[in-house]
């Protein structure tokens, strides 16, 4: 098991020089907080400021972004890991230049692979470090097991809450169980928290946030940032029954205009402190999660 291992990790390293993606993992503690519309219009907003944008939905739960977007992918991650397909097979063209992943069960399914389908997977996710500048990832909610993984190898971590006491509590115990994870490390991961379905920017920052991070400073190893605040907005629920990214069908409105904010400073984060090209890209994301599994395993 280590072999593998290690030669995944050479694998890795040696497409270090080429730049890879920057990878931001869109998670929450208790569901319909938006993490899904959040991620999509994010994406669409970053790929309208230039970026390379690849979304990938990682919640084999509900196809949410499928239905968002009304597609329909012929092939998902897991037919890329298991039954020969490649990346240009289970790449779809969304709205606004984005390309779009269905993980389908390929998340959940990640330690039933076998030597040779771990090496595949890796050299097809080098493919798509250098097809992307961003990979935006929308997870499922919740603290199970594969959702904290992923998170713990993520460099950057976006966190949706809503002013809702039990999405405060169900976000507070995420944080919790990703604290006591090994996998996790303060230094590599980066958690910023969005504050979404708010009735002012005050709330979101100066109430959620700052209570938030009164009590993670206060009892966990955490350092949590903010990055910003989306108000409740009629909008997105109705672009979500048109099956249209909110930011096409209603550019301007509260909430979109929030989330276009929240790109332009991702953009502008990045430039200051930018995670070093060695620590970034979904194949590292990828070889970690793997490396992790069967270490359990054994
Ligand atoms: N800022 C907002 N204003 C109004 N409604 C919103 C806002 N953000 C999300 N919603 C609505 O909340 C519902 C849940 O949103 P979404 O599906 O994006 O959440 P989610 O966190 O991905 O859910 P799940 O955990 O089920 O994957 C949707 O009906 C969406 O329209
Ligand atoms: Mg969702």
């Not at 290690?6 to 998670?27: D, F, N, P, W």
């Not at 309208?48 to 739960?61: H, N, P, S």
């Not at 979404?196 to 920017?201: A, D, G, L, M, T």
């Amino acid at each position: 098991m280590m072999d593998q291992a290690t030669s995944l990790r050479k694998m890795v390293s040696e497409s270090e020089e080429k730049l890879s993606a920057r990878v931001i993992t869109v998670t929450s503690g208790k569901g319909g907080v938006g993490k899904s519309s959040i991620s999509l219009n994010l994406a669409i907003c970053l790929s309208r400021m230039g970026q390379r944008v690849v979304l990938l939905d990682a919640d084999f739960g509900l196809a949410n972004i499928e239905v968002m977007l009304g597609v329909r992918p012929k092939a998902n991650l897991a037919d890329l890991m298991f039954r020969g397909k490649d990346l240009k097979d289970i790449i779809m063209d969304g709205p606004e230049g984005i390309k779009f992943i269905s993980g389908g069960s390929g998340i959940q399914e990640l330690a039933r692979m076998n030597r040779e389908q771990c090496l595949y997977l890796t050299k097809k996710l080098v493919e798509l470090d250098e097809l992307a500048d961003v990979i935006v990832i929308d997870t499922g909610a919740g603290i199970s097991d594969s959702v904290l993984e992923f998170v713990a190898s993520s460099n950057e971590v976006l966190l949706v809450a809503t002013p809702e006491p039990t999405s405060i509590t169900d976000a507070y115990a995420l944080l919790k169980a990703l604290n006591r994870k090994s996998e996790f490390s303060k230094s590599s991961t980066t958690i910023k928290m969005v504050a979404n379905k708010v009735r002012s920017e005050d709330e979101g920052k100066n109430v959620l946030y700052e209570n938030m991070k009164n009590v993670v400073d206060r009892f966990l190893n955490i350092s949590l940032e903010f990055l910003g605040a989306i108000p409740q907005d009629d909008q997105v629920s109705k672009a979500v029954m048109k099956q249209m990214p909110v930011t096409i069908c209603a550019p301007n409105c509260g909430a979109s205009k929030a989330i276009e904010g929240m790109a332009k400073e991702l953009l502008n984060d990045g430039e200051v402190i930018d995670t070093p090209p060695e620590e970034r890209g979904i194949s590292l994301l990828f070889s970690n999660l793997i490396r992790n599994k069967f270490k359990k395993k054994q």
